[in-house]
């Protein structure tokens, strides 16, 4: 289980107003970034006006994507009374990478017979990232789910072949096609593609409340859906099938439909 740390001082220094419900708030208060945390017994949480599911021990996870708003509010409901906590996320630079020599059906507008499958696949992402699961895998320590060189980061503007595409929301791992990729946390499957058009090999899969990893361009998956996979455990092989112009794991955090950058729960990369 992930060490929450409680007490007022800890919440000032980490520039939380002290609230009595809010027990604790960790994670780096950063756009990208995903904070965990617990509320006191009978407390409901909400993100504005968003519900924000919490376990019966009151921990509970919320997300901020890639160019959220910097001032953030986490709105604490008991019994009629209200307490809002202010939560001021800092301001990210992203860059801008230029990429040539991916293969041009994977840039030019596919033509109207494969964007049946482009939505098909798309339809089945999203499914798999709603999942609202009583896991609490989401709470622990999470593990990078293999080392190697960077090669892409979150939050990046990428350029493909001359042409701006949408910003990269995972951290690109460089290794040889084969190389082995474990699970970052407990969790269950919800998704296996073997060919997505854009992102080729794909896996999801939950860690509870809202919680997933999303890991594309494999060149195999392990492990099925519905399967349970405890951390560490080998779920993928590196690849680089879809859009990749070379082998690399990108690893995606997702919550619910908020893009995450993974580095935010992971220890630096020995």
């Known amino acids: 289980m992930l060490r929450i740390v409680v007490g007022l001082l800890v919440l000032l220094a980490d520039n939380v107003m002290a609230s009595d419900w809010l027990l604790s708030l960790e994670g780096e208060r950063t756009q990208g970034a995903l904070l965990r945390g617990q509320v006191a017994p009978g407390v409901a949480v909400k993100l504005d006006d968003r519900v924000v599911r919490v376990t019966g021990d009151g921990f ?9 708003a910097l001032q953030q ?8 009374e209200t307490q809002q906590v ?12 230029r990429i040539e020599g991916v293969p041009k059906r994977t840039v030019e507008p596919p ?3 494969v ?41 990046s503007q990428r350029v493909y072949n001359g042409k701006p595409g949408r910003p990269h929301f995972g951290v690109d791992v460089a290794r040889p096609t084969g190389t082995v990729v474990v699970a970052p946390a407990d969790a269950v499957v919800t998704l296996v593609q073997g060919d997505n ?8 899969m939950d860690h ?45 955090l997702n919550w619910f439909e908020v893009k995450l950058d993974p580095v935010t729960v992971v220890p630096p990369m020995n």
Do not use: C, N
């Open 111 to 113: 033509p109207e017979a």
């Open 208 to 252: 509870g409340y809202g919680v997933s990893s999303t890991m594309i361009h494999l060149s195999e998956v392990l492990v099925e859906k519905g399967q349970t996979v405890k951390q560490g455990e080998p779920v993928a092989k590196v690849g680089a099938s879809g859009r990749a112009t070379g082998p690399h794991l990108d690893w995606r």
């Open 197 to 204: 058009y854009y992102s080729g090999g794909t896996l999801i």
């Open 60 to 68: 509970f996870a919320v997300g901020f994507g890639r160019d959220a």
């Open 115 to 155: 964007l049946k499958r482009i939505r098909r696949e798309v339809a089945e992402i999203k499914t798999a990232r709603d999942t609202d699961s009583a896991l609490l895998a989401f709470l622990s320590d999470f593990q990078w789910p293999l080392t190697g060189r960077i090669s892409g980061v979150y939050g």
């Open 86 to 97: 202010p939560v001021t996320l800092s301001k990210r630079d992203y860059d801008i990478q």
């Open 73 to 80: 509010s986490l709105v604490l409901e008991k019994q009629g």
